[in-house]
């Protein structure tokens, strides 16, 4: 994923709420959302391998957003994908698992990992010095570290909220994060991009030529009996041409 908002134990009725969007260049294959053979909800990077979302029936799930540093590239020797493939595959504990990545994260390009077991959620930067336990609230994430305050960030945690306090459904959740407004270079961070790109990339929903840009978009809603809702949305080149994929299942725990 490249934006993504959530909400964690902050509602009554629904302990986790996501909406995400995904950027990425139009030609690499993918497989949308689908039920793996073991078990794991998810889609599949059908180039690097792994995902960037994903979801098991015993309550385990963890998402990817890739952290953008132009300015000090680094060679992945792993795929970030199978950072998420491989806890939803694992038997490790949530906290378990990071600490493992920590000692190997400059293995990745820049990564931002959250995975939960459906009970307490971590974060893991490889531009961060330590593993951090999410705590309930909403929050945002970007290309930067978890909840820095990018315009688009703090648009979408807004829009977030007004979801919470009206009707919270799929429609609503992909609704949001499709601004394609522009933000002014004089706010936005410095992540080694050139002035122009830093712009278009300030936007939520991003089209830039020839062939990258917001490929598709995904609600989440699991409400306290562990019934879990996601609904993908993969888009054309033109945001209004696209193609859903929704997927229902009961979570539970050993």
Known sequence: MCLVAFSWKTHEEFPLIISANRDEFFDRPTAALHRWENG????????????????????????????????????????????????????????????????????????????SDGEKLFYLSNYADQIQ?????????????????????????????????????????????KSSETHPYEILPRTGATEAMEIKLSAQLIRMEPNYGTVSAAAVIQNQKGETTIRERTFQWTPSQYTDRRIHFQTYKH
């Open 40 to 115: 794991v909800i998810a889609g599949k990077d059908l180039k690097g391998g792994g995902t960037w979302m994903g979801f098991t029936p015993d309550g385990k799930w963890a998402l990817l957003t890739n952290y953008r540093d132009f300015n000090s590239l680094r060679k992945g020797e792993i795929s970030r994908g199978k950072l998420v493939q491989n806890f939803l595959e694992g038997d490790f504990s949530p906290e378990v698992y990071l600490k493992t990545i920590f000692m190997e994260k400059e293995r990745y390009e820049g990564f931002n990992l959250l995975v």
């Open 133 to 177: 336990e999410i705590q309930p609230g909403i929050h945002g994430l970007s290309n930067g570290l978890i909840n820095d305050p990018w315009p688009k960030v703090e648009l979408a945690k807004s829009q977030l909220r007004n979801v919470l306090a009206s009707e919270i459904d799929e429609v609503n959740l992909l609704g949001i994060l």
